[in-house]
């Protein structure tokens, strides 16, 4: 445990794709605040170790919340894989993101932009629609 029952975890580092994110009953009391509670449900990667599931309750920075698909920085516990933490000062703020993508836009490129925010376009051919020539 860490100050005020935060638990901290002193592992290795990783990563986790959010699957998905929401504030938890508390968090959505949390009206006035701008960290707010959330449950962060993420697919851990670690090297060495088969990828896993988990969720991880946290204050949420709003300056920093993720996007589903977003890979974040983790510390997971070398005794408890399932004791995860999230690094949120190794994450670009929404403002740095939105810079780097609107500078890739003004530079045409419209796969920077979309990979500032943590997009990968695809190149699917066009399925044509009835009706089109």
């Known amino acids: ?3 005020f029952g935060k638990r901290k975890s002193n592992g290795t580092q990783g990563r986790g794709v959010v ?3 929401g504030p938890t009953k ?3 009391r949390q009206t006035g605040k701008r960290d707010v509670e959330h449950t ?3 697919r851990v990667e670690l090297e060495g170790v088969a990828a896993f599931e988990t969720d991880v309750v946290d204050d949420v920075p709003l300056a920093k919340t993720p996007l589903i698909g977003d890979a974040l920085p983790l510390r997971v516990g070398t005794d408890d894989p399932r004791d995860v933490s999230i690094e949120w ?3 670009p703020d929404l403002a740095t993101r939105s810079m780097g ?3 890739a836009a003004r530079r045409g490129d ?3 932009a979309a990979d500032a925010f943590g997009f990968t376009l695809r190149n699917d051919p066009p399925t044509g629609r009835p009706g089109a020539a």
């Open 1 to 3: 445990m860490g100050l």
């Open 19 to 21: 699957i998905s994110i």
């Open 26 to 28: 508390r968090g959505a």
């Open 40 to 42: 962060v449900r993420m």
């Open 89 to 91: 000062d190794d994450m």
């Open 101 to 103: 993508s609107a500078a």
């Open 110 to 112: 419209v796969a920077g």
